[in-house]
């Protein structure tokens, strides 16, 4: 019989426990859905010119929502989730690369999960 680890039950242990866009297993576990709610609540003071950047958020949060749920839940909210607080930042921050530059210091300030982190390809 396999040894599990202490926070893993049984159900979960036989599960994809990996982010479904890296592959990489999900240790940050934060959804997107409130790295959606965090990043709009950070821009709400941020002047007139991102409603772009709003609605590309909210249209990569839906995108992310489509995969499959893990057993992995999300921290704050509790809701099973798949895609790793990596990927979905990264997404948003090569979205604000060039187009939002006075923004991306403060965004890797407040979501740097490992962003710059380069993947290990086989």
Known sequence: MKELAPQM??????????????????????????????????LAFKGENIAELLNFIKETTNIFKAYDCLNTKCVI???????????????????MN?????????????F???IH???RIP
């Open 98 to 110: 060039g187009r939002y530059p006075e923004l991306e210091d403060e965004f890797i300030t407040h």
């Open 77 to 95: 909210c509790g809701k099973k989730m798949r895609v790793c607080a990596h990927c979905y930042c990264k997404e948003i921050f090569d979205y």
């Open 9 to 42: 039950s049984e159900e979960n242990a036989t599960n994809e426990v990996n982010c479904g866009v890296c592959g990489e297993v999900v240790t940050q576990p934060v959804c997107p859905e409130c790295l959606e709610r965090e990043m709009i609540d950070w």
């Open 112 to 114: 740097d999960f490992n």
């Open 117 to 119: 982190f380069k993947m």
